[in-house]
């Protein structure tokens, strides 16, 4: 047997005015998004995520929001393989800013198993019947064929926890108010098992 083995990276200003001399307050919100596009119908394994994610502290529940992030998947059959297997590993997930040292940390998880950047999470696996969640890649054709197939998913991010200054632990609500950004990259790394014939 061989196997062929793909990688893949996935990866409110607020302005306060009072005006003239009467009691009248305005406040506006600016929201923005980083905008980039790509197009790849060609790679073995292809993972576009479906939007961005933005998270929001609310003072009530002493915790920022959870995001459902979409993504879709495509892969390309390879001809004969037998088994086919998906994994997924954390590789960055810090938010920070300028203003200060505190960081974010961003949790995300796959069908509520927590992603770390040490071990994959098997997110597919023919020979141990596991689907949930891409159940359109378990047809024999959509990894044996030659064709390509997709799928859509979606991981759970969260805000999981905060630093103050990069290494000592804090909670959200000591943390001064502010804008934290960075880039969450997930790597998803797809395995088909193919027979070797002998010459």
């Known amino acids: 047997m061989k196997k062929l083995t793909l990688s893949g990276y996935v990866f409110a200003a607020i302005v306060f005015a009072s005006c ?4 009248d307050v305005t406040a ?3 929201a923005s998004w980083d905008a980039s596009a790509s ?3 060609i790679s073995s394994l292809v993972v ?3 939007k961005s994610l ?3 502290y609310s003072e009530g529940l002493e915790a920022f929001n959870t995001q459902e992030g979409a993504f879709d998947i495509s892969i390309q059959g390879q001809s004969g393989a037998t088994d086919f297997m998906l994994t997924s590993k954390l590789i960055s997930s810090t938010l920070t800013r300028n203003t200060d040292d505190s960081t974010l940390e961003v949790g995300v998880s796959w069908n509520g198993e927590p ?3 040490s071990i994959a999470v098997t997110m597919f696996d023919t020979a141990n019947n596991v689907t949930a969640g891409l159940d359109s ?3 024999s054709s959509a990894y044996t064929g030659t064709a390509r197939t997709t799928a859509h998913g979606a991981f759970n991010f ?3 926890s905060a630093t103050s200054d990069g290494s000592t632990s804090a909670p959200f609500k000591e943390l001064n108010d502010g804008y934290w950004d960075g880039d969450v990259r997930v790597q998803f790394t797809a395995v088909w098992t193919v027979p070797v014939t002998s010459s």
């Open 20 to 23: 003239n001399a009467s009691a």
């Open 28 to 30: 506006s919100a600016t």
């Open 39 to 41: 197009k790849d119908t």
């Open 48 to 50: 576009t995520p479906m």
């Open 54 to 56: 933005n998270f929001q």
């Open 115 to 117: 992603l770390s950047k």
């Open 137 to 139: 890649l378990a047809l």
């Open 158 to 160: 969260s805000i999981a």
